[in-house]
């Protein structure tokens, strides 16, 4: 398939072009036209790059791409050298954050809960793009069952913060992959038992006693595998195309 071609297949599966965002969606840096072999990866470090060119990827499709808001523009150093790298191999590099975050099917939250037996009921934020979620586990767990199986499925203990009344089962849950640890606050308005996120501030810890909510930081890295995983595999399975998802270590 032709590089515009499989971004606008992309961008029309994860609907891109409604979703405001904190960098470009889409073809960040043009490569070769004909796309036969993906990589997908969480983020376009250097690791996966280097491993896209070592297994002859025309294509790199992260969650974490570049061109933040806020970063350096100036393409020297770090930066530098990775689209160096990318275009001296004539890869592309298509990157989706939010849209893969909140994909109903194939996205970051949509994936964590199906892998944590979550049954999903809506946006915390109370709108179709919400980026937290809510919903209701199948069977009420306690908080050190429900970290057991949160180190069972992500293969990373998490830090689980208790409130003072530590025993207290959980049915409804919150959550948020990546670095959505301030929708605690949301969460504990809906009255929610517990929250979930990959990253934890020092005042998290405060909310989650205060407010008598359970949280759990599972790791940015380690919920946010699953969309991108998920998108790769669609594009296998329903386009044909031979996709290689690599996971580069990452313990944050």
Known sequence: MNNLQLEKLLNEKLSAQLIKDYSPNGLQVEGCVEINKIVT?????????????????????????????????????????????????????????????????????????????????????????SVAMYGRLKQPLTGEQLSQRITQVLSRTPLHIAPENAEKLIE??????????????????????????????????????????????AGHHATERYGIKALGEWLASEHGFDVTFVDIDNPV
């Open 172 to 217: 409804t849950i919150g959550w948020c992959t990546g670095g959505g640890q301030d929708y605690i606050e949301l969460a504990a308005q809906h009255g929610l038992d517990a929250f979930i996120s990959g990253e934890i501030s020092e005042r998290t810890t405060y909310t989650a006693r205060e407010q008598d909510i359970h949280y759990f930081s």
């Open 41 to 129: 990866g969480v983020t376009a470090s250097q690791a996966l790059i280097d491993k896209a060119v070592e297994l002859g990827a025309d294509a790199l499709l992260v969650h974490h791409g570049y061109f933040w808001k806020g970063e350096p523009e100036p393409i020297r150093g770090m930066k530098g050298k990775r689209i160096r790298t990318l275009i001296k191999n004539d890869i592309n590099l298509l990157g989706y954050h939010l849209p893969l975050d909140i994909h109903p099917e194939l996205g970051n939250n949509a994936e964590l809960a199906r892998l944590l037996e979550i049954e999903v009921e809506g946006g915390l934020e109370g709108h179709p793009q």
